[in-house]
């Protein structure tokens, strides 16, 4: 198993040191105008979304950073994850690079080069669109 409820994710990363990579499971509530950053304005349809991120250091320390809803915007996602309709439902843990966890995905790209500025691995974009089916 490696995607855990936002009460079991912390512990799970906190007893594995081999976990460099996470995924952020994101619900957007309704659709929603958001500026990402440097990117253009652009609207992102209801549904479900799956963030890859890593931190080879302070793993649980980026997610929480993620998951606080306070802080000064840095990086694509936290454009997406600020926005009033986004709710992070659950969080995915890996020991595998974030890249090749990214491509196994089978998920739309709606934004390229989305969190993907230090990518090598022509990901395209470390966001992916799974939908809005209920069952997600
Ligand atoms: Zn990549």
């Given amino acids: ?35 990402v950053g440097c990117l253009a304005r652009f609207l992102f349809p209801a549904g479900h979304y799956l963030y890859t991120g890593s931190a080879r250091r302070n793993l649980s320390a980026r997610v929480r950073r993620h998951l606080s809803r306070q802080k000064k915007r840095r990086w694509h996602i936290d454009y997406l994850l600020m926005a009033s309709a986004a709710r992070v439902t659950a969080v995915g843990l890996f020991s595998e690079t974030e ?38």
């Fill in 99 to 136: 890249c090749r966890c990214n491509q196994r995905i089978n998920g739309e790209i709606l934004l390229s080069g989305f969190g993907a500025s230090d990518c090598r691995a022509q990901c395209g974009s470390h966001l992916k669109y799974l939908g809005n089916k209920a069952d997600k």
């Fill in 1 to 35: 198993m490696s995607t855990w409820s936002l009460e079991e994710w912390e512990g799970k990363a906190n007893t594995d040191e081999h976990l460099v990579t996470y995924q952020l499971h994101i619900t957007l509530q309704q659709a929603q105008q958001i500026r």
